[in-house]
T-cell receptor, first 115, second 114 residues
Framework: DVKVTQSSRYLVKRTGEKVFLECVQD?????MFWYRQDPGLGLRLIYF???????EKGDIPEGYSVSREKKERFSLILESASTNQTSMYLC??????????????FGPGTRLTVT | AQSVTQPDIHITVSEGASLELRCNYS??????LFWYVQSPGQGLQLLLK??????LVQGIKGFEAEFKRSQSSFNLRKPSVHWSDAAEYFC????????????FGTGTRLQVTL
């Protein structure tokens, strides 16, 4: 079974703090994704990575950055947290193959509250 | 660009009743289609997927979905709902040339009454 783990289930940070969200997958997947989930908005893609050190912006990258130094690990960074970044953050991974690359496996999520 | 519409924000059904959750997509070619389920406080779990071939696909937990190209739909069905099916359901579409990205709908929350 593919396992995607996220470093924290719940996180409370103060406005202006630098926040790191970590994601690790154990199935040697090339693709990794960060989403945020808000009520009524579904999942929105923040960033994704298709290889080590490679990244592309998703639909809502403003205020976020990412790092992928190792294949299994993908980090989401909030350089200066703001209250409008309070949300559920979901990490996912997928294998690169013709169709399976679209089948994403999700971690349990990190609920971040910025006060 | 592709898009997904889930017109029902919230649905309530009685345990044992049948269920149909609607999903409409917008994409010019044959899409890759998915249904995911999210239990409270959890990540998303894949229920089923359509890539090609038979338009009626079977998934886990007794769910099925039918791809209808003429209606741009991929509705999720279950003949008899169990209380444990209460969750949020997301439809997603993947399109070729989009670097394996998925576009998700806004979700349908299912409540099951006993």
């Amino acid at each position: 079974d593919v396992k995607v783990t996220q470093s924290s289930r719940y996180l409370v940070k103060r406005t202006g703090e630098k926040v790191f969200l970590e994601c690790v997958q154990d199935m040697d997947h090339e693709n990794m994704f960060w989403y945020r989930q808000d009520p009524g908005l579904g999942l929105r893609l923040i960033y994704f990575s298709y290889d080590v050190k490679m990244k592309e912006k998703g639909d809502i990258p403003e205020g976020y950055s990412v790092s992928r130094e190792k294949k299994e690990r993908f980090s989401l960074i909030l350089e200066s947290a703001s209250t409008n970044q309070t949300s559920m953050y979901l990490c996912a991974s997928s294998l690169v193959s013709l169709a399976s690359s679209y089948e994403q496996y999700f971690g349990p999520g990190t609920r971040l509250t910025v006060t | 660009a592709q898009s997904v519409t889930q017109p029902d924000i919230h649905i309530t059904v009685s345990e044992g009743a049948s269920l149909e959750l609607r999903c409409n997509y917008s994409y010019g070619a044959t899409p890759y289609l998915f249904w995911y389920v999210q239990s409270p406080g959890q990540g998303l779990q894949l229920l089923l997927k359509y890539f090609s071939g038979d338009t009626l696909v079977q998934g886990i937990k007794g769910f099925e979905a039918e791809f209808k190209r003429s209606q741009s739909s991929f509705n999720l069905r279950k003949p008899s709902v169990h209380w444990s099916d209460a969750a949020e359901y997301f439809c997603a579409v993947g399109a070729t040339g989009t670097a394996s990205k998925l576009t998700f709908g806004t979700g349908t929350r299912l409540q099951v009454t006993l």
